[in-house]
């Protein structure tokens, strides 16, 4: 038996700390799959690597936006009534703030759970 692959789309979450520098850190994927029904975000802060960049960079702040990340993932606060597409699309919109989605790219998976964890692994850790 074959397993069935269907397209799903994702962008990196990148943080920018000091936005008129334009370095950035890889701090997350965002994954949609409409026909999976699933959309999440999977997030991870290397301090140190953030710290390289700007000494100063506001941690606490910048862990508190990734899990408003996530919660958005849920439909809390604000997209409450949006659908996940609505959602993937307000996330991954152009943004001048220190947290950003990078270009959306697109694959296939049989599990996107499984997927995210791959490309956290992979484009993030």
Same mark, same amino acid.
């Given at each position: 038996?074959?397993?069935? @692959?269907?397209? /799903?789309? /994702?962008?990196?979450?990148?943080? #920018?700390?000091?936005?008129?520098?334009?370095?950035?850190?890889?701090?997350?994927?965002?994954? /949609?799959?409409?026909?999976?029904?699933?959309?999440?975000? $999977?997030?991870? @802060? &290397?301090?140190?690597?953030?710290?390289?960049?700007?000494?100063?960079?506001? #941690? &606490?702040?910048?862990?508190?936006?990734?899990?408003? +990340? !996530?919660?958005?993932?849920? =439909?809390?606060?604000?997209? !409450?009534?949006? $659908?996940?597409?609505?959602?993937?699309? +307000?996330?991954?919109?152009? %943004?001048?703030?220190?947290? %950003? &989605? =990078?270009?959306?790219?697109?694959?296939?998976?049989?599990?996107?759970?499984? !997927?995210?964890?791959? @490309?956290?692994? @992979?484009?993030? %850790?």
């Amino acid at each position: 038996m074959t397993t069935k @692959l269907t397209p /799903y789309e /994702y962008a990196i979450i990148q943080a #920018v700390p000091r936005i008129e520098r334009g370095e950035l850190i890889n701090v997350g994927v965002l994954l /949609y799959s409409q026909r999976h029904d699933f959309l999440s975000a $999977r997030t991870h @802060l &290397a301090e140190s690597r953030l710290r390289a960049l700007d000494p100063a960079a506001d #941690v &606490a702040g910048i862990r508190t936006a990734l899990e408003a +990340w !996530e919660r958005t993932c849920t =439909g809390g606060g604000a997209s !409450e009534q949006m $659908r996940l597409g609505e959602r993937f699309r +307000w996330l991954v919109a152009p %943004r001048s703030t220190i947290l %950003r &989605a =990078g270009p959306v790219h697109m694959g296939l998976t049989a599990d996107p759970s499984t !997927e995210l964890d791959r @490309l956290v692994g @992979l484009l993030v %850790r």
